[in-house]
């Protein structure tokens, strides 16, 4: 009778529970390629977690509802906010050509970001200009490759220009995380503060990109991806700036700081469960 009593007593808890488990399962079918048929250009299971995700705004958002107290109502806001998250990458609908344009439309942010790297150098302390700048040499070449590899995709879709991609994103993450430890082991705070600083901006759009050609990757080609990436992300992550990565994830979509915020730690997240 407890259960039946909790469920009664709060039912916009209990709801967002049963909504969160649905997009919760369905994350991890869609992750595994199972969408129980179509429905239009999606599947199933998308189109359900759609609807739950909707119904579980819908509940963050009631304003006839009495909260039981602030804390209450911030949690449940959370749990919202984290639930439209669960479905990426996998679920969001993303295919080669929408990724392959994004990561075209990411590239002017991503060459200035790599511009700022080139001229850091020179601001550093003369010792620890030469490890920065060996740190951080591959930049230049992986962007520029990237930025081809998405356009030749775009000009003509193929699963070898996809896999090409899949593994250039790899390339370019494990230089930058590579790049990150490096600079980390300057003994000079302010050329240390510096150079990580410097970093910063390209580690943030390499990883958006890698979550995106993550979202359209299977289980076969996530696990060849994952064994090219010696460096994994958690190494890396004391060292990235999260509130700046937020905010250019903001300015990019063109959405709240609090969406993005969320979806740096959710893609993160699912970075590090498929191995990376």
């Known amino acids: 009778m407890s259960l039946i009593s909790n469920i009664w ?10 909504l969160l488990a649905i997009l919760t399962i369905g994350g991890v079918l869609s992750q595994n390629g199972i969408g129980l048929g179509k429905a239009g250009s999606g599947t199933v299971v998308t ?4 609807v739950a995700t909707a119904l579980l705004g819908l509940l963050a958002r009631d304003p006839a509802a009495a909260p039981s107290s ?3 109502v911030a949690k449940l806001g959370a749990w919202a906010l984290i639930a439209l998250l669960i479905p990426l990458p996998y679920m969001s609908g993303c295919s ?8 075209v439309n990411w590239t002017p942010a991503l060459q200035s970001a790599v511009t700022t790297v080139d001229t850091t150098a020179a601001l550093l302390a003369p ?34 220009l996809l896999a090409e991609i899949q593994a250039q994103i790899v390339t370019f993450q494990q230089q930058v995380n590579a790049a990150l430890l490096s600079v980390a082991r300057i003994t000079n705070p302010a050329s240390q503060k510096h150079a990580l600083s410097a970093i910063q901006a390209t580690a943030t759009i390499v990883s958006a990109i890698f979550s995106l050609v993550q979202s359209i990757s299977g289980k076969a080609a996530l696990a060849q991806m994952a064994a090219h990436s010696t460096i994994k992300l958690a190494s890396a992550e004391p060292l990235l700036d999260s509130a700046l990565a937020s905010q250019m994830i903001a300015d990019h979509y063109r959405e709240p700081v609090a969406v ?17």
Not at 9 to 18: D, R, V
Not at 260 to 276: H, I, N, P, T
């Open 260 to 276: 993005a915020s969320a979806e740096v730690a959710q893609a993160e997240q699912w970075q590090k469960l498929a191995g990376f």
């Open 70 to 72: 602030t804390g209450s």
């Open 127 to 160: 010792v620890d200009a030469p490890l920065f700048a060996a740190a951080t040499a591959g930049f230049d070449a992986a962007s520029k490759l990237l930025a081809n590899q998405a356009r030749a995709y775009l000009a003509n879709p193929s699963a070898g």
């Open 96 to 103: 080669g050509t929408t990724v392959a344009q994004d990561i």
């Open 47 to 50: 189109l359900i977690s759609a």
């Open 9 to 18: 007593n709060h039912p916009k808890t209990s709801a967002s529970g049963l």
